[in-house]
């Protein structure tokens, strides 16, 4: 009876021993595969605003690392607490993300969050809500920028420069000559515009933030205005302060597909204006 009690404690040891061996054998799998090909990075369990000291918050425990797979690695992401020991926040960090360095009051680089890009110009517009695209237009998207310029507006040579080419002018002041505005319509400083017409002032142009108007539990617009950032060239920032002065401006929402050139052909309403200047690109 020993004996077989004896055989029996051996098997249950031996049994024992094999589960083990099982669960180290698939834990080491596990970790194999967690960590392999992928790197360790910090993240914050909270957003951090812009000007925040991280001493206090690394002491509150606020960071934690978490895997990503290296073909997700963000450029200068922080990979330690001692990256973040004495820096302050140059820009806002969100929750779960990659910390670049480039955030942080020691980041090289003229960083803007706002993401105005090198050479660019962020300006913003105030737009009636059907104007602005009645809520439809998010942060990240890209769209089009229409005016519409009434008879009889006040135009300078200058400004008006900001939306024909040379010979699109010349023509331009041969049909004010026709509209009895003068012979010498040429060489005046300002003139009235005798004729409305309708351009695409902005082919295609990055939204950078957008504040649009609450909507109620339905999802309906309750109205008002939209305050847009736009991410600009310079010459067309002129032309949207120019047109946003003396015209009538709508933004049009463009599908991904036409976000980097928009639409090659000028979008027209009403009396076109080639009817008077005729059909000439610079």
């Known amino acids: 009876m020993r004996s077989r009690g004896l055989v029996v404690a051996i098997a249950v040891v031996l049994a024992v021993l094999a589960a083990v061996g099982v669960i180290v054998y698939t834990n080491q799998v596990r970790d194999e595969v967690t960590t392999e090909n992928t790197v360790a990075v910090l993240v914050a369990n909270q957003d951090i605003p812009t000007?925040?000291?991280?001493?206090?918050?690394?002491?509150?425990?606020?960071?934690?690392?978490?895997r990503v797979p290296t073909d997700a690695l963000v450029a200068d992401a922080a990979t330690s607490e001692e990256q973040l020991s004495d820096e302050v926040t140059a820009a806002p960090i969100f929750a779960r993300e990659q910390i670049p360095l480039s955030r942080l009051s020691s980041g090289e680089g003229g960083l803007s969050f706002a993401g105005v890009s090198d050479d660019h110009i962020g300006l913003t517009v105030t737009l009636e809500n059907a104007r602005g695209g009645g809520g439809i237009v998010q942060r990240g998207?890209?769209?089009?920028?229409?005016?519409?310029?009434?008879?009889?507006?006040?135009?300078?040579?200058?400004?008006?420069?900001?939306?024909?080419?040379p010979q699109q002018i010349q023509q331009f002041f041969g049909s004010l000559v026709e509209a009895n505005q003068g012979a010498n319509a040429g060489q005046a400083d300002v003139f009235l515009m005798p004729f409305s017409f309708t351009v695409t002032l902005v082919p295609t142009v990055d939204v950078l933030n957008i504040q649009n108007p609450v909507v109620d539990e339905q999802g309906r617009s309750g109205g008002g205005e939209i305050l847009m950032s736009l991410d600009m060239l310079p010459e067309d920032a002129r032309n949207l302060v120019f047109a946003n002065e003396q015209a009538a401006m709508w933004v049009g929402l463009l599908p991904p597909a036409n976000a980097e050139d928009g639409y090659p052909v000028d979008a027209q309403i009403g009396v076109p204006y080639e009817n008077v200047i005729g059909d000439v690109k610079a």
């Open 51 to 66: 000007n925040t000291e991280l001493n206090p918050l690394i002491a509150a425990g606020v960071f934690e690392f978490v």
């Open 141 to 165: 998207d890209s769209v089009a920028i229409f005016a519409t310029f009434e008879r009889g507006t006040p135009v300078t040579k200058e400004s008006l420069g900001a939306l024909l080419s």
